[in-house]
């Protein structure tokens, strides 16, 4: 089992940027694909970003692509999303989440409670126009 805490969150103008980090612990952080998914408010929570256990693969929604960047520093058990040239519609709660293993193929229709085992609790961000 890997816990998950989320920080980074925040108020911004558009057109800004943050960057949201997510600290692990447990043993097998290393061996989990990692993602960022999102949820606004009425709305389902999607996947928005994944990245292999290696961090040599990823994986971007089409909504951020360009925009956000995800990377992860397995000697600190981190996974970090850098996200730039926010715009309201990224306010959302973010989520960090442990997959259960090395990599697999995500896709907007990712069945984010089936694949990733452990979730944080969410860190707000909230663009102003």
């Known amino acids: 089992q890997v816990q998950l805490v989320e920080s980074g969150g925040g108020l911004v103008q558009a057109g800004g940027s943050l960057r949201l980090s997510c600290a692990a612990s447990g043993r097998t952080f290393d061996m989990r694909a990692m993602g960022w998914s999102r949820q606004a408010p009425g709305k389902e929570r999607d996947i928005v970003a994944a990245i292999s256990w290696n961090g040599g693969t990823t994986y971007y929604a089409d909504s951020v692509k360009g925009r956000f960047t995800i990377s992860r520093d397995n000697a600190k058990n981190t996974v970090y999303l850098q996200m730039n040239s926010l715009n309201p519609e990224d306010t959302a709660f973010y989520y960090c989440?442990?997959?259960?293993?090395?990599?697999?193929?995500?896709?907007?229709?990712?069945?984010?409670?089936?694949?990733?085992?452990?979730w944080g609790q969410g860190t707000q961000v909230t663009v102003s126009s």
């Open positions: 989440a442990a997959d259960k293993g090395l990599w697999r193929q995500y896709n907007s229709r990712t069945p984010l409670t089936g694949y990733f085992a452990s």
